[in-house]
Structures are given as C-alpha cells and as structure tokens.
C-alpha cells in the first residue's frame, strides 16, 4: 500500500482480555517498529523487527506483550491479560534501515482498557 | 544512553508571530536528529531531520532546524506561524548505530491564536 497501515484505528477491551494490533508495513520495508504513546507523552520504543526477526525487543514492559512478524511483511502486536495501563496509542513504523531514511509512521491504534 | 529534553510542554503564538520550539540533545555519538508533527488522532509525520550534512536544515511547511553542537540543541523555528500549524510536535535522537529506534521528547503543545 501507498502508507503503513493500522488496524482497528480504535479498539476498546475488557481488562483481562487478549488484543491483537495489526501493522501492514510500506511494500519493501524491511525494518518494523513498534512505540506506545500514553496521553500528553512521546512515543516509547517497544520493539524492532528486521525481517521477520525480533531484533530488539528491549522496550517491551513485560512479558503479556509480544510481536511476530512470521512472513517479514505483517506484524502483529499481541496483549494478554490487558490491565487499565495498557490503554494508549499503539504506533508502528517502518523504513528501510541502513539506507539513512526517514521512518513512515502509520495513524495509530488507540487502545483503551475498560 | 541517548535523550532529548523538549523546554516547554505547551507553546502560544499569534498567528504570523514566530514559533520556537525547543530541543536538547544528549548523546555520546554524533547524532540523527529529527522533528515530528502529530495532529490530534494521528500518526506522526516527518518536518525534518538532520544526518550530520549542512547544521541548518529546512523542512516542510516553512519549517527549518539549527543543529548546535556547542549547545547541544535542535531547536525548530518558523518565521510565521499559520493557524495550521497548530499540533503536538516531537523531538527525537535516533540510536542509528544499533536499531535505528526513535527515541522521542515529551513534546510541545503548539497554540497558534488568530
């Protein structure tokens, strides 16, 4: 596609559900990384994808947080046993790393933790 | 570790007056920096980034950067401000000799009043 695409834009689950967030990269891009943005602060690191590799996955808060990237195009950012904390704004972006270009940020997925 | 301070969580311009919006820089190796925009439910967008070229660098929409190594600063200027460009703006070093990852100030509010 034309952009990096993020789905659903909002989700709203029950605290102690599971979430899947859905990251559809720019054809060709074959670095992927996930942030977190609370409200009224920037965007936190949780995870870099090269390939289908997780190649830093050192902001992850805990270990109900995960990512895949099986095919090196697709990730999904998967959430267990959601907690009211975890409600935020889920942000990827992608480039292609080592070639000195900007990151391509998709809209977001705004979740929300009832 | 690497970080940026953004002086300054909300800023308020008349519309026409100049806009500065500052930036700190920490970093133990020459760095990469960048300015984003995000509109209110939206992704970040890229105004402009330096890569140690030229220290002065100009962006989108009007919008330029000076790189001072002496200061350690990356403030973002405008020479008029435009009701448009009212938005959270962000501040960012990117950690280039490992993964690329972003990492991001707190953010400015910009207010631009007619």
């Known amino acids: 596609g034309a952009g990096v695409s993020q789905t659903p834009s909002n989700k709203v689950t029950e605290k102690g559900k599971y979430v899947e967030l859905r990251c559809d990269p720019i054809s060709g891009h074959t670095a992927l990384y996930w942030y977190r943005q609370s409200l009224g602060q920037g965007p936190e690191f949780l995870i870099y994808?090269?390939?289908?590799?997780?190649?830093?996955d050192s902001g992850l808060p805990n270990d109900r947080f995960f990512a895949v990237r099986p095919e090196g195009s697709v990730s999904t950012l998967k959430i267990q046993r959601t907690e009211r904390g975890d409600s935020a704004m889920y942000l990827c972006a992608t480039n292609t790393r080592g070639m000195n270009t900007e990151a391509f940020f998709g809209q977001g997925t705004r979740l929300t933790v009832v | 570790a690497q970080s940026v301070t953004q002086l300054g969580s909300h800023v308020s311009v008349s519309e026409g007056a100049l806009v500065l919006l500052r930036c700190n820089y920490s970093s133990s190796v020459p760095p990469y920096l960048f300015w984003y925009v995000q509109y209110p439910n939206q992704g970040l967008q890229l105004l402009l980034k330096?890569?140690?070229?030229?220290?002065l660098v100009k962006g989108i929409n009007g919008f330029e950067a000076e790189f001072k190594k002496s200061e350690t600063s990356f403030h973002l200027t405008k020479p008029s401000a435009h009701m448009s460009d009212a938005a959270e703006y962000f501040c960012a070093v990117s950690d280039q000799h490992n993964t690329d990852k972003l990492i991001f100030g707190t953010g400015t509010r910009l207010q631009v009043f007619p």
């Open positions: 330096y890569t140690s070229a030229a220290t």
């Open positions: 994808f090269q390939g289908t590799g997780a190649a830093d």
